[in-house]
């Protein structure tokens, strides 16, 4: 196939369709993949089989015809119509969704080729990999961040302020009563509650259930109020229960109290 023609003398480069066509199969597929995630959908085998194989055939079909732009804009739409199904008013945001998915694809694939010199589909599997990670991180960082809250606890007017984050997991209660409970670090717990604090006021004993270990207790005592700030608003809560445990809540130490549900968006009695 002839490349370019100047002064007479014409540059030829072998291309051959049967591998094309299935790198861009390859290739078709792992962006759909890639662009099903980001919008939230799920695609069957039969369905992402399918798209990849039309819009790898169009591809293969227009490039040979010499129009690379025609089979660039054909690729995105198969995409973006597998994407969208029978709803087709989602094909602009998911043709959007996808051109971007495209654009990142394709640098990271370039980059991978250049700089290492593996095949194609090899560079797309690890272009896919990299964007695929970098994507779920992103999301779980954005889903952290919407659970967060600022959480300030009063016990016989004397208030603590902690960081915390809420585990919609979290579904203890105190057994007698059925009380939601929260749990509160025990360097968190010391700071707010004076030597002895058992026997001013007792104490409930919170059944739990953790890997590594079957099942356990942690004490629990009884605030004064709780009031909580999430992205979503403030809440205030009289008399929660907090457990205290003896181990840190999160890896980094950044969570010094995971709240249950109820006490980030229901009001308490």
């Known amino acids: ?26 290739t078709q597929g792992l962006l759909l993949l890639l662009a099903s995630k980001s919008v939230g959908k ?19 079909l227009f490039l040979c015809l010499g129009s690379l732009t025609l089979a660039f804009v054909s ?5 973006s119509a597998v994407l969208a199904g029978k709803n087709w008013r989602e094909i602009p945001r998911d043709l959007a969704v996808l051109l971007f998915m495209t654009c990142c694809f394709g640098g990271v694939l370039e980059a991978a080729v250049e700089l290492t ?11 896919f990999l990299l964007l695929r990670g970098t994507w779920k991180k992103l999301m779980e960082r954005r889903i952290c ?13 004397k208030n603590l302020t902690v960081k ?11 057994p007698l009563g059925g009380s939601p409970v929260s749990i509160l670090d025990q360097e968190a717990a010391g700071e707010l509650l004076p030597d002895e604090w058992e026997t001013r006021r007792g104490f ?25 700030v999430t992205a979503e608003g403030t809440v205030s809560i009289r008399g929660p229960i907090l457990a205290i445990s003896g181990n840190e809540l999160s890896g980094d130490g950044r969570y010094r109290i995971i709240l249950h549900p109820q006490h980030a968006g229901a009001e308490q009695g």
């Open 1 to 26: 196939m002839p490349c370019c023609s100047r002064g007479g003398c014409s540059l030829y480069y072998e291309f051959y369709i049967d591998q094309f066509f299935l790198e861009q199969v390859i």
């Open 42 to 60: 799920r695609l069957s085998l039969r369905r992402l089989g399918a798209g990849s194989m039309i819009g790898a055939g169009t591809m293969t």
């Open 75 to 79: 690729s995105l739409m198969t995409g």
């Open 117 to 127: 010199g593996v095949p194609a589909a090899a560079g797309g599997c690890a272009a």
């Open 145 to 157: 961040q919407s659970r967060e809250a600022e959480v300030k606890i009063t016990w016989e007017k």
């Open 164 to 174: 915390g984050i809420v585990d919609t997991g979290n579904s203890l209660q105190e």
């Open 204 to 228: 409930y004993l919170i059944p739990y259930r953790s890997i590594g270990r079957k099942k356990g207790w942690m004490r629990a005592f009884r605030a004064d109020e709780m009031q909580v």
